[in-house]
């Protein structure tokens, strides 16, 4: 099983980037998704969640109408759109398959499969 993130890298602020998430050797679309970032010295915290279906979303306050997360079933991938980006965006980012229903959405612990990390760098 394997989570492989893509798109991170170095934006201006006011920029864009796509985040993809590929996941192989397992079926995830009867999974929700998270993505999660961690800033240097700082917890892991929780950005995005799209529910299996992709009906329901949920966001981070701080990045609430600027981030839009999506899926595509067919393709086992999820997406991060993040447009308007700040530099307190700067983080690694990470998807993750939430397979523990009985915790909550916007923590580590609901999520038992993890991608390797993608890095975002917004500059002032």
């Known amino acids: 099983v394997q989570l492989q993130a893509s798109g991170g890298g170095l934006v201006q602020t006011g920029g864009s980037l796509r985040l993809s998430c590929a996941a192989s050797?397992?079926?995830?679309?009867?999974?929700?998704w998270g993505w999660f970032r961690q800033a240097p010295g700082k917890e892991r915290e929780f950005v995005s969640h799209?529910?299996?279906?992709?009906?329901?979303?949920n966001y981070a306050d701080s990045v609430k109408g600027r981030f839009t997360i999506s899926r595509d079933n067919a393709k086992n991938t999820v997406f991060l759109q993040m447009n308007s980006l700040k530099p307190e965006d700067t983080a690694v980012y990470y998807c993750?398959?939430?397979?523990?229903?009985?915790?909550?959405?916007?923590?580590?612990?609901?999520?038992?499969?993890w991608g390797q990390g993608t890095q975002v760098t917004v500059s002032s």
């Open positions: 993750a398959a939430r397979t523990r229903l009985n915790v909550v959405l916007a923590v580590t612990q609901a999520y038992a499969f």
């Open positions: 050797g397992r079926t995830f679309s009867n999974y929700g």
């Open positions: 799209i529910s299996s279906t992709g009906t329901v979303t």
